[in-house]
């Protein structure tokens, strides 16, 4: 099982999503590491 097995956001809802989470890499102060994951993350968990 790889890890695209387990996103729960399509692609298409991701590119809606990703200009809204703050610690993108052109914004000041600190950057996620990979904001996609994270938020798979708390979705994985939630659900």
């Known amino acids: 099982m ?3 097995d387990r996103l ?3 692609d ?3 590119d809606r999503m990703a ?3 703050i ?3 052109d914004q000041k102060g600190s950057t996620g590491r ?3 994951m994270f ?3 708390v979705l994985w968990i939630v659900r």
Do not use: H, Y
């Open 23 to 25: 610690g993108r890499p």
């Open 8 to 10: 729960v956001l399509s």
């Open 19 to 21: 200009p809204l989470i």
């Open 39 to 41: 938020v798979e993350g």
């Open 2 to 4: 790889g890890v695209l």
């Open 34 to 36: 990979d904001n996609r």
């Open 12 to 14: 298409a809802a991701w």
